[in-house]
């Protein structure tokens, strides 16, 4: 049975710098024999470095003459050639060596910072396609859009080093190492820096509920990094609860710790946690969690159950997150808008009164039955405050999933998407943008990866066959998500900014996120400060503060005109509204 401690000291795993030289540490219990095949950075001298077992399992050795910039291989018994699994780079890709990084050399202009307890407005982006470029350094360059717009926290989708050169990140197997597609470990910690600098909080997507399919050599340094039993449709579960697991929980709590502590990361976006597997006394998540926030971090999660659970204290059985991705308001918004009702939608009316349910709790579901459902799903959720929910009407999944990778603004007209828009810009949840949503991007996002000409046929097969009905209703032949187009395609087109729609909209979301600074004050209005009520044409939430109050109301069609001169709307000619136009429309009104 695991240790039920918070593992975050003990042995450094991986490469580790010191005025010694480098300190190697690989775990491999069942193991004879490890050896480091090293290549000088600055002589290409090549030499062998035999580690000596422990007790414990592992395997260490000192390299004297050992420094940053060189490059090693380990020999596992008669494995070779295999990267570290605790890599802090991988300059040639996965298949290459490992090289041995120095995190003090950067030199941070942002030395102070702290990360901010504020209300969040959270972006999400893909690095490789955020920018032309596709490099951290390229990215930089976008941020000051990114704090005009409103935003205060950049969340990256996931970095571990993965098998060929696009990727969304999910199929990463080397959890320490910056995917070397976007720059180098250095570049990485100036992107941070550079956001830091611009009070811009940055989150990072990790991925601890699965092993990477393709590229993984876990195996091949122990069998006990993976669990004998538990796997899931996305490849291996980490071993957290049978034999030997309190190394396997070491090693993924201590890449939570290099994250924050080497490149200054502020907290995390956990992926899929409830489908990370863990029977121990003291879950995973609850070790992660403790520890981020003692060091001052956000912890967030995907988790599809709904669950309050995951809210209670550690000492209550609980993992004490900070917040969940509550997608039951994406879903009930968007049928309202596509009236689409397959799959997981299927489970939503998109009714004024399913909204407004949705927006009084937090998420739906709190122990119905979904229609696509065998049991129960959810609990109660009023009793938590609004912070707890992180709510989008975009994201990475809801648009790369689709067979075709349509944005909401390609599915709905101008004049719904920006009601939508501003109603959810106004809302008391923490609101997630997916990056180009905030100008009506034209560049749809796709599911792209670049993996082994065998492997590749079996993924694009695999969506083929899934998306079939999609090729047959369109007439259009599905994307390949191995094709380098594919990945092109997913780019944003920054140069579409400056047209009417495009301009218009952004100025939309500008001016939504500046009122909602204004009137939240930078928190998430507690709840006895709204309510929210419905009728068949209209949701709205009431804000009531001292001095002042705001009503949000999305009309599901076009309203009669208030009484009352509206602080914003989303038909305004500056938005790209006109006259006597026909569809869904948001108005803010402020209120004595």
Same mark, same amino acid.
């Given at each position: 049975?695991?240790?039920?401690?918070? /593992?975050?000291?003990?042995?450094?795993?991986?490469?580790?710098?010191?005025?010694?030289?480098?300190?190697?540490?690989?775990?491999?219990?069942?193991?004879?024999?490890?050896?480091?095949?090293?290549?000088?950075?600055?002589?290409?001298?090549?030499?062998?470095?035999?580690?000596?077992? &422990?007790?414990?399992?592992?395997?260490?050795?000192?390299?004297?003459?050992?420094?940053?910039?060189?490059?090693?291989?380990?020999?596992?018994?008669?494995?070779?050639?295999?990267?570290?699994?605790?890599?802090?780079?991988?300059?040639?890709?996965?298949?290459?060596?490992?090289?041995?990084?120095?995190?003090?050399?950067?030199?941070?202009?942002?030395?102070?910072?702290?990360?901010?307890?504020?209300?969040?407005?959270?972006?999400?982006?893909?690095?490789?396609?955020?920018?032309? /470029?596709?490099?951290?350094?390229?990215?930089?360059?976008?941020?000051?859009?990114?704090?005009?717009?409103?935003?205060?926290?950049?969340?990256?989708?996931?970095?571990?080093?993965?098998?060929?050169?696009?990727?969304?990140?999910?199929?990463?197997?080397?959890?320490?190492?910056?995917?070397?597609?976007?720059?180098?470990?250095?570049?990485?910690?100036?992107?941070?820096?550079?956001?830091?600098?611009?009070?811009?909080?940055?989150?990072?997507?990790?991925?601890?509920?699965?092993?990477?399919?393709?590229?993984?050599?876990?195996?091949?340094?122990?069998?006990?990094?993976?669990?004998?039993?538990?796997?899931?449709?996305?490849?291996?579960?980490?071993?957290?609860?049978?034999?030997?697991?309190?190394?396997?929980?070491?090693?993924?709590?201590?890449?939570?710790?290099?994250?924050?502590?080497?490149?200054?990361?502020?907290?995390?976006?956990?992926?899929?946690?409830?489908?990370?597997?863990?029977?121990?006394?003291?879950?995973?998540?609850?070790?992660?969690?403790?520890?981020?926030?003692?060091?001052?971090?956000?912890?967030?999660?995907?988790?599809?159950?709904?669950?309050?659970?995951?809210?209670?204290?550690?000492?209550?059985?609980?993992?004490?997150?900070?917040?969940?991705?509550?997608?039951?308001?994406?879903?009930?918004?968007?049928?309202?808008?596509?009236?689409?009702?397959?799959?997981?939608?299927?489970?939503?009316?998109?009714?004024?009164?399913?909204?407004?349910?949705?927006?009084?709790?937090?998420?739906?579901?709190?122990?119905?039955?979904?229609?696509?459902?065998?049991?129960?799903?959810?609990?109660?959720?009023?009793?938590?405050?609004?912070?707890?929910?992180?709510?989008?009407?975009?994201?990475?999944?809801?648009?790369?999933?689709?067979?075709?990778?349509?944005?909401?603004?390609?599915?709905?007209?101008?004049?719904?998407?920006?009601?939508?828009?501003?109603?959810?810009?106004?809302?008391?949840?923490?609101?997630?943008?997916?990056?180009?949503?905030?100008?009506?991007?034209?560049?749809?996002?796709?599911?792209?990866?670049?993996?082994?000409?065998?492997?590749?046929?079996?993924?694009?097969?695999?969506?083929?066959?899934?998306?079939?009905?999609?090729?047959?209703?369109?007439?259009?032949?599905?994307?390949?998500?191995?094709?380098?187009? &594919?990945?092109?395609?997913?780019?944003?087109?920054?140069?579409?900014?400056?047209?009417?729609?495009?301009?218009?909209?952004?100025?939309?979301?500008?001016?939504?996120?500046?009122?909602?600074?204004?009137?939240?004050?930078?928190?998430?209005?507690?709840?006895?400060?709204?309510?929210?009520?419905?009728?068949?044409?209209?949701?709205?939430?009431?804000?009531?503060?001292?001095?002042?109050?705001?009503?949000?109301?999305?009309?599901?069609?076009?309203?009669?005109?208030?009484?009352?001169?509206?602080?914003?709307?989303?038909?305004?000619?500056?938005?790209?509204?006109?006259?006597?136009?026909?569809?869904?429309?948001?108005?803010?009104?402020?209120?004595?």
């Amino acid at each position: 049975m695991a240790d039920s401690s918070l /593992e975050t000291s003990g042995r450094r795993l991986g490469a580790d710098l010191s005025p010694e030289g480098v300190h190697y540490t690989v775990w491999a219990p069942e193991r004879k024999q490890v050896t480091a095949h090293i290549r000088r950075a600055r002589s290409d001298q090549e030499i062998e470095l035999p580690l000596t077992k &422990t007790d414990d399992g592992y395997f260490l050795a000192t390299d004297e003459n050992g420094r940053a910039g060189d490059l090693y291989t380990f020999t596992v018994d008669d494995q070779q050639g295999l990267p570290d699994l605790a890599s802090r780079y991988q300059p040639q890709g996965l298949s290459g060596p490992s090289q041995v990084i120095d995190p003090a050399a950067y030199s941070w202009k942002t030395p102070q910072w702290k990360t901010p307890s504020r209300e969040q407005v959270i972006y999400e982006l893909h690095v490789g396609t955020f920018t032309p /470029e596709g490099t951290y350094r390229a990215a930089v360059e976008r941020l000051d859009h990114l704090v005009n717009l409103g935003v205060t926290t950049v969340e990256l989708m996931p970095l571990a080093e993965c098998t060929g050169t696009r990727n969304w990140g999910y199929d990463g197997v080397l959890l320490f190492a910056p995917y070397h597609v976007y720059g180098t470990p250095d570049d990485l910690r100036a992107f941070v820096d550079a956001c830091h600098g611009r009070g811009l909080a940055v989150i990072l997507d990790v991925v601890y509920n699965h092993i990477g399919a393709v590229g993984d050599s876990t195996y091949c340094y122990s069998q006990f990094f993976a669990h004998p039993e538990n796997s899931g449709a996305w490849g291996k579960s980490y071993n957290l609860d049978g034999e030997n697991s309190r190394a396997v929980r070491h090693f993924l709590l201590q890449n939570v710790a290099y994250w924050l502590d080497e490149f200054r990361f502020d907290g995390f976006r956990f992926d899929a946690t409830h489908a990370i597997r863990d029977d121990s006394p003291r879950h995973l998540m609850a070790d992660a969690v403790e520890f981020i926030h003692a060091r001052g971090g956000i912890a967030i999660a995907e988790d599809e159950r709904n669950s309050a659970e995951i809210f209670k204290p550690v000492r209550d059985g609980g993992w004490q997150l900070d917040a969940v991705w509550a997608d039951d308001f994406h879903h009930t918004l968007r049928v309202s808008q596509t009236h689409e009702n397959h799959a997981y939608l299927s489970g939503y009316t998109g009714s004024t009164g399913e909204i407004a349910d949705t927006l009084h709790n937090g998420w739906h579901y709190r122990g119905q039955t979904p229609p696509e459902g065998k049991k129960p799903r959810g609990t109660e959720s009023i009793h938590l405050p609004p912070s707890c929910f992180v709510h989008c009407i975009s994201n990475h999944d809801q648009v790369g999933n689709r067979p075709f990778g349509e944005r909401l603004n390609q599915l709905i007209s101008p004049a719904a998407y920006r009601a939508v828009s501003l109603f959810f810009c106004l809302t008391p949840y923490t609101p997630l943008i997916f990056m180009g949503q905030e100008w009506a991007s034209s560049s749809p996002f796709l599911f792209f990866c670049d993996h082994s000409a065998d492997f590749g046929r079996l993924v694009t097969e695999g969506r083929q066959r899934e998306f079939q009905f999609a090729a047959d209703k369109s007439g259009k032949p599905l994307p390949d998500c191995q094709a380098e187009s &594919t990945f092109l395609q997913s780019k944003l087109r920054w140069d579409e900014i400056t047209q009417p729609l495009q301009s218009e909209t952004l100025l939309l979301y500008r001016e939504a996120l500046r009122l909602r600074h204004e009137y939240f004050a930078g928190q998430n209005p507690p709840r006895e400060c709204w309510s929210v009520k419905a009728s068949p044409e209209c949701v709205s939430i009431l804000y009531r503060w001292p001095h002042r109050a705001l009503e949000v109301a999305l009309w599901t069609s076009r309203p009669a005109r208030a009484k009352a001169k509206p602080l914003i709307s989303s038909s305004e000619q500056r938005f790209g509204g006109t006259a006597g136009e026909a569809g869904p429309e948001t108005i803010v009104i402020a209120r004595d």
